[in-house]
């Protein structure tokens, strides 16, 4: 018996519904795998991360001492926290990290971008100007602190010898509390501006060439091109440098601890520095907990902002 189109049409449709259904089994499936997948990270992360961090929340709201050879927690609530505001240490440490990590940042950025923009220019031997510009960024922080130290010394430092070579007094770089400040900035960007050149001029290389042909057709300067057109497109990129800038500015112990050791004073104990000496020299471990997650918030607070302008930013380039 001949099949009539009536007859065809529900099997059709059957045979699409069952694909259907057989697709959402299989995406099921798919994002099934993918959540066990991801759990061996999720575990490694809630035991390296979480549970320390949880720990010292805990810590933060308690008197921590140790009694034959275990830790002995006592709530008190706030105090801690009541206590840090009152610390004057405290906020020498914190002001003196904020001075550092903004003129760091601002500093390191500025000569990233012009690092990058320059060698981009390059013709011939950017590989070359690659390779010196990252060199500083692979060394050991122990290994630039001895060379700056070296270069900064009252007695022996290469700098001073210079100063006298041509008739000038020397300097104790490191001994006046803004010269040790602005010493120990100097030694930092140094030593990470090689990161931000290299994350701009990755971004730069990675920049549509017909928009920068077209605006040089359209007759436009290379400094508007830059202005109005690079830079704009790199604010992402930008954004992202001081993020990381920002990170390695809060986390910097081991060129500030090398060259000056906080001092003179508190001149250059930066928070990382005070919670060292809280920690293991005082061994306050519920204060310095509650130092540590006030930091942290504080940390995190300014990467979120960064990241909500950096969203806003490509929000409207894309709009």
Same mark, same amino acid.
């Given at each position: 018996?001949?099949?009539?189109?009536?007859?065809?049409?529900?099997?059709?449709?059957?045979?699409?519904?069952?694909?259907?259904?057989?697709?959402?089994?299989?995406? $099921?499936?798919?994002?099934?795998?993918?959540?066990?997948?991801?759990?061996?990270?999720?575990?490694?992360?809630?035991?390296?991360?979480?549970?320390?961090?949880?720990?010292?929340?805990?810590?933060? *709201?308690?008197?921590?001492? @140790?009694?034959?050879?275990?830790?002995?927690?006592?709530?008190?609530?706030?105090?801690?926290?009541?206590?840090?505001?009152?610390?004057?240490?405290? &906020?020498?440490?914190?002001?003196?990290?904020?001075?550092?990590? *903004?003129?760091?940042? @601002?500093?390191?950025?500025?000569?990233?971008?012009?690092?990058?923009?320059?060698?981009?220019?390059?013709? &011939?031997? %950017? &590989?070359?100007?690659?390779?010196?510009?990252?060199?500083?960024?692979?060394?050991?922080?122990?290994?630039?602190?001895?060379?700056?130290?070296?270069? @900064?010394?009252? %007695?022996?430092?290469?700098?001073?010898?210079?100063?006298?070579?041509?008739?000038?007094?020397?300097?104790?770089? @490191?001994?006046?509390?803004?010269?040790?400040?602005?010493?120990?900035?100097?030694?930092?960007?140094?030593?990470?501006?090689?990161?931000?050149?290299?994350?701009?001029?990755?971004?730069?290389?990675?920049?549509?060439?017909?928009?920068?042909?077209?605006?040089?057709?359209?007759?436009?300067?290379?400094?508007?091109?830059? &202005?109005?057109?690079?830079?704009?497109?790199?604010?992402?990129?930008?954004?992202?440098?001081?993020?990381? $800038?920002?990170?390695?500015?809060?986390?910097?112990?081991?060129?500030?601890?090398?060259?000056?050791?906080?001092?003179?004073?508190?001149?250059?104990?930066?928070?990382?520095?005070?919670?060292?000496?809280?920690?293991?020299?005082?061994?306050?471990?519920?204060?310095?907990?509650?130092?540590?997650?006030?930091?942290?918030?504080?940390?995190?607070?300014?990467?979120?902002?960064?990241?909500?302008?950096?969203?806003?930013?490509?929000?409207?380039?894309?709009?």
């Amino acid at each position: 018996m001949t099949a009539t189109p009536t007859s065809v049409v529900p099997t059709a449709v059957g045979s699409r519904g069952a694909g259907r259904a057989g697709g959402g089994r299989d995406r $099921r499936r798919l994002s099934a795998f993918k959540v066990l997948s991801l759990l061996p990270l999720i575990l490694v992360l809630v035991l390296l991360v979480g549970f320390p961090i949880g720990q010292m929340v805990w810590m933060s *709201f308690g008197d921590v001492r @140790l009694s034959a050879g275990d830790l002995v927690w006592d709530f008190t609530g706030l105090a801690n926290y009541q206590r840090m505001l009152e610390d004057e240490t405290f &906020r020498v440490s914190l002001w003196n990290s904020l001075v550092f990590i *903004f003129f760091t940042v @601002l500093i390191t950025v500025v000569l990233g971008v012009a690092l990058a923009l320059a060698a981009d220019r390059l013709v &011939r031997g %950017q &590989r070359l100007i690659q390779n010196v510009l990252l060199w500083p960024a692979i060394v050991a922080p122990v290994v630039i602190s001895v060379a700056w130290l070296l270069i @900064l010394s009252p %007695q022996v430092g290469l700098l001073n010898k210079i100063l006298t070579s041509v008739g000038a007094s020397p300097q104790t770089w @490191l001994g006046e509390p803004v010269g040790a400040m602005a010493s120990v900035i100097v030694v930092d960007v140094w030593h990470w501006t090689p990161i931000v050149f290299l994350l701009i001029y990755t971004a730069l290389r990675s920049l549509d060439s017909s928009v920068l042909e077209a605006a040089s057709i359209d007759g436009a300067s290379y400094l508007a091109t830059v &202005r109005y057109i690079v830079l704009p497109l790199l604010t992402p990129a930008i954004l992202g440098a001081v993020a990381i $800038r920002v990170l390695m500015g809060v986390k910097v112990f081991d060129e500030m601890y090398l060259l000056t050791f906080g001092g003179p004073g508190t001149a250059t104990t930066v928070i990382s520095i005070y919670l060292r000496s809280v920690f293991f020299e005082s061994f306050q471990y519920g204060f310095g907990s509650a130092l540590s997650v006030t930091v942290v918030v504080l940390v995190l607070v300014t990467l979120l902002a960064v990241l909500l302008v950096r969203r806003v930013v490509r929000g409207v380039r894309h709009a």
